[in-house]
T-cell receptor
Framework: DAGITQSPRHKVTETGTPVTLRCHQTENHRYMYWYRQDPGHGLRLIHYSYGVKDTDKGEVSDGYSVSRSKTEDFLLTLESATSSQTSVYFC??????????????FGPGTRLTVL | AQSVTQLGSHVSVSEGALVLLRCNYSSSVPPYLFWYVQYPNQGLQLLLKYTSAATLVKGINGFEAEFKKSETSFHLTKPSAHMSDAAEYFCAVSVQGGSEKLVFGKGTKLTVNP
């Protein structure tokens, strides 16, 4: 298994509170991604990073920010959590842009509930 | 822009029966195509991928998929379903030439009945 951990694995919080999710990798991969998974929507990309301090938005980035100060860590922050952000969040990594030899590996997920 | 359509959000088969999960893609350039499996309360695991080397791709756990450009399809099959195949399956597309993102379908939940 790819060395990807996510913390916390489960979190319950209240509307309006800030929340930070952490993704940590031991593979030294260049790309890191945050997705959210919701029933009927599959996986949707929130933000991704293509290097330290280099990040870009995905399709559902509103209400989320990210930071990557080290190769191994990618943080996802909900500045003021809302109930619509209740979801399962997955981190993923890939060595480089997709080619014949490259693929994306996923972490175990974080289940976030916003009350 | 690329997109993926998975036909059927739920598929139910009997143990030992053929598994067929459908995926159609849209891409203006040659795609890379992937099938991932997600077991309950777990992350996604790569089943197989198409990268233009061969149109019939074999993956783990006896699954295979065939890339059909004329039909823009990449359906996933397994000749004989096993109870342990019960999971959710996701098709995803990227584009050849250096894309850094995957676009996922909405998933198909497979139930295997004894």
């Amino acid at each position: 298994d790819a060395g990807i951990t996510q913390s916390p694995r489960h979190k319950v919080t209240e509307t309006g509170t800030p929340v930070t999710l952490r993704c940590h990798q031991t593979e030294n991969h260049r790309y890191m991604y945050w997705y959210r998974q919701d029933p009927g929507h599959g996986l949707r990309l929130i933000h991704y990073s293509y290097g330290v301090k280099d990040t870009d938005k995905g399709e559902v980035s509103d209400g989320y920010s990210v930071s990557r100060s080290k190769t191994e860590d990618f943080l996802l922050t909900l500045e003021s959590a809302t109930s619509s952000q209740t979801s399962v969040y997955f981190c993923a990594i890939s060595r480089d842009r997709f080619n014949s030899y490259n693929e994306q590996f996923f972490g175990p997920g974080t289940r976030l509930t916003v009350l | 822009a690329q997109s993926v359509t998975q036909l059927g959000s739920h598929v139910s088969v009997s143990e030992g029966a053929l598994v067929l999960l459908r995926c159609n893609y849209s891409s203006s350039v040659p795609p890379y195509l992937f099938w991932y499996v997600q077991y309950p309360n777990q992350g996604l695991q790569l089943l197989l991928k198409y990268t233009s080397a061969a149109t019939l791709v074999k993956g783990i756990n006896g699954f295979e998929a065939e890339f059909k450009k004329s039909e823009t399809s990449f359906h996933l099959t397994k000749p004989s379903a096993h109870m342990s195949d019960a999971a959710e399956y996701f098709c995803a597309v990227s584009v050849q030439g250096g894309s850094e993102k995957l676009v996922f379908g909405k998933g198909t939940k497979l139930t295997v009945n004894p």
